[in-house]
């Protein structure tokens, strides 16, 4: 993969979360690829995009400011703030993430992503 190429699908993972497309969001990834989160490890599509489907489905307005995008070979690593509404309770929450990343043959073989303290950025009225 090119750096362009590999931006691009970094991209395209970003939009996918802001959608809450959990489909798209899987698709990216290899048949055999892991999304390594504080906790858990999920392999293979079908595993990220079921975790990531019940996990999107509790959140509203979506929005993904991305910091930082280091692209060297077959790896990169994103910076990214991440803000949601929970829809159980209105919260607005903000996260800023740190995120490595693995390709092969144009799609994800890893995202281990690493999460600093979520913060309630505004409580419900």
Known sequence: MT????RAVIRMAVQACMAADAAAFASL???D???VLPGQTLTGRAAI??????YLATLTAIEI??????????HAAIAW?????QTATGDRQQSENAILLAFRRGFITSWREYSAVTVT???PS
């Open 65 to 74: 400011e991305l910091v930082q995008m280091i692209v060297e070979g077959d």
């Open 33 to 35: 690829g892991q999304l």
């Open 121 to 123: 950025v505004s409580p």
């Open 49 to 54: 995009q079921a975790t990531t489907t019940a």
């Open 29 to 31: 990834f290899a048949t």
């Open 3 to 6: 750096p362009t190429e590999t």
């Open 81 to 85: 703030i991440w803000q949601a509404t």
